[in-house]
């Protein structure tokens, strides 16, 4: 499980770097700009979280199960996390609905 949680702490890292990226008053929050940190916002929240479960997940298939094979579950586990991330990001792109904005 030490791979899943340095994946979801990577998830969080890259997670506040977008919003660090928010704080800096002299950028011009664009169209292109605005989209590419909403894109990277809800990717790696949702990876994050997803990791999580996945490892509540992980606990649940090894004590059911203790002798199966831990790479090819954590492969699995990748796989899942990043395509639900990456399928949800891409439908927030999809979608012409944009509120207001809360940087100005």
Do not use: H
Not at 1 to 22: I, K, T, Y
Not at 59 to 81: A, C, D, E, Q
């Amino acid at each position: 499980p030490n791979s899943l949680v340095v994946a979801r702490c990577f998830c969080e890292f890259l997670f506040c770097c977008s919003f660090f990226s928010l704080i800096d008053p002299s950028n011009d929050c664009d169209s292109r700009r605005g989209r590419f940190l909403a894109f990277l916002t809800q990717f790696t929240a949702l990876s994050a979280e997803l990791f999580f479960l996945m490892l509540s997940v992980d606990l649940v298939v090894s004590v059911s199960n203790p002798f199966s094979n831990y790479k090819t579950n954590r492969i699995i586990y990748f796989l899942l996390t990043s395509l639900i991330s990456l399928f949800s990001s891409m439908l927030l792109l999809s979608s012409d609905a944009a509120g207001e904005s809360s940087v100005g």
